[in-house]
């Protein structure tokens, strides 16, 4: 089955599902304005009121009301900022990204009493947020608040704060659905890439691996954006939702991973940096992508529907399972060149069993000189099923400046890029083509082209 096709989303972005197991929830991106009037935002940080503007009617469910700009700052029970001391009016302390928020952070100790909403509880507190009104924000920059959510959970918050003016905004949040896990600032977040056009960073250390548990979607907020994701770092980002977002994905280091009810289907292509894992061993029936480019690794069994293009400028991949071409176009690179040096070439490593099905198209993308004798391995395989479109095993064919190839779908030696098994698909470049080669070359010149 092919992925399905890309679509834009119109998901209410703050309708934040809770997941069943222990993950980290994520906003999206909001970039919610913070009016410079005495009303402020009521915002509902953990469920799907939104926010309002109106003094007099508060969402249900606020936590958090930033007003004047954000120069002053209100909150809930429920929602208690890291504090620089453990009264309700304590400065609210201004993080940094990778900054700590956890039980060794202070929280205001001061509850409700008699007449109280909830007596006992956390109660309600008020604080100054820029450094100019003894708070610890500095005016227009981007800062952190951490916080603790209904007494149990942490999670941090990026604004910008101003002194009453209109440029003042929370950007996006998270918290730890884990009780009493301690969550790290800015491990995920987005930013603007242009006017449509954001970027979510997954940028775990090395100790920091997590769960997201919470879908990444294209923007309705603030007018409607595409949203790309890079992963960086070398911890594992395991995705245990259905995202939506419909621009690139980019593993640029460590590993993305995709869990039993984790999906990107609607991404519109994969790109393995040579440190980056595609992790989808937690599929059971393996999974699909639209389009895969890169160099780098997949752990799990693949199926790829639209494109494969590995490596950049000729790279490798390795496939820890299998991999099914399904109607997809291998886009192939080689650099070509004369012996002792025979140039490189792109190269799948397919460690389980390397499917082609009907509709599979060939695409060489020629970098360098055609010499006769040269070889090349296409993919290193266990077991194989299928071939390309009108070509069988041993054919001879033709690239589009009439440069004759001969592909071997059994071959037991590999080509000058080598390839690991002991079963190869590979290339090799014809001195002559016969009369019979010719006439059949000329039936996939179609399917084939040839750049330089």
């Known amino acids: ?93 201004n993080l940094a990204a990778g900054d700590s928020v956890g039980t060794g952070s202070v929280f205001s100790t001061f509850v409700q009493g008699a007449g109280g909403e909830t007596v006992g509880a956390p109660g309600y507190g008020g604080s100054s947020m820029l450094t100019g009104s003894g708070g610890n924000f500095t005016a227009s920059t981007e800062g952190y608040l951490g916080f603790r959510l209904n007494g149990t959970n942490y999670g941090w918050m990026r604004a910008v704060f101003t002194n009453n003016t209109a440029a003042a905004v929370i950007k996006d949040w998270a918290y730890d659905n884990t009780t009493g896990t301690t969550i790290k600032a800015g491990l995920i977040q987005t930013s603007v890439t242009s006017g449509v056009l954001t970027t979510t960073t997954l940028n775990p250390g090395t100790s920091d691996s997590y769960t997201l548990g919470s879908a990444l979607t294209n923007g309705v907020v603030s007018g409607g954006y595409t949203n790309s994701v890079l992963k960086l770092g070398t911890g594992t980002v395991t995705l245990s939702a259905a995202s939506t977002y419909t621009g690139a994905t980019t593993i640029a280091a460590g590993t993305l991973k995709l869990d039993a009810t984790g999906t990107i289907n609607n991404t519109s292509e994969v790109s393995l940096g040579t440190v980056g894992t595609l992790d989808v061993a937690a599929k059971a029936l393996g999974y699909t992508v639209a389009t895969l480019k890169g160099s780098g690794n997949v752990t799990g069994a693949l199926t790829v529907s639209t494109q494969l293009a590995i490596g950049n400028s000729p790279g490798t991949t390795h496939f820890s399972s299998n991999l099914t071409l399904d109607s997809a176009t291998y886009v192939y690179e080689m650099t070509g060149g004369t012996s002792p040096d025979l140039g490189s070439a792109d190269l799948g490593n397919v460690a389980g069993a390397l499917t082609i099905s009907a509709g599979s198209i060939l695409d060489l993308v020629e970098l360098g000189t055609y010499t006769a004798g040269n070889k090349f391995t296409l993919f290193g395989y266990a077991t194989l099923s299928g071939t390309f479109d009108g070509l069988a095993n041993n054919d001879d064919f033709l690239d589009d400046l009439a440069n004759t190839w001969r592909i071997t779908y059994d071959d037991t030696s590999a080509g000058a890029n080598g390839g690991t098994g002991t079963n190869f698909v590979t290339i090799t470049a014809v001195p002559e083509p016969n009369a019979a080669a010719l006439i059949g070359g000329l039936g996939v010149l179609a399917l084939l082209r040839r750049r330089r």
């Open 1 to 93: 089955m092919k992925a399905k096709q890309l679509y834009f989303t119109n998901c209410a972005a703050l309708a934040l599902v809770l997941p069943a197991s222990a993950d980290i929830i994520y906003s999206n991106f909001q970039n919610i304005d913070i009016p410079a009037t005495f009303d402020g935002l009521y915002l509902d940080v953990d469920g799907g009121n939104g926010w309002n503007t109106n003094m007099a009617a508060p969402v249900a469910g606020w936590d958090i009301n930033p007003f004047y700009g954000g120069r002053s700052l209100a909150n809930s029970p429920a929602f208690q900022p890291l504090r620089s001391g453990t009264t309700s009016s304590s400065p609210i302390v």
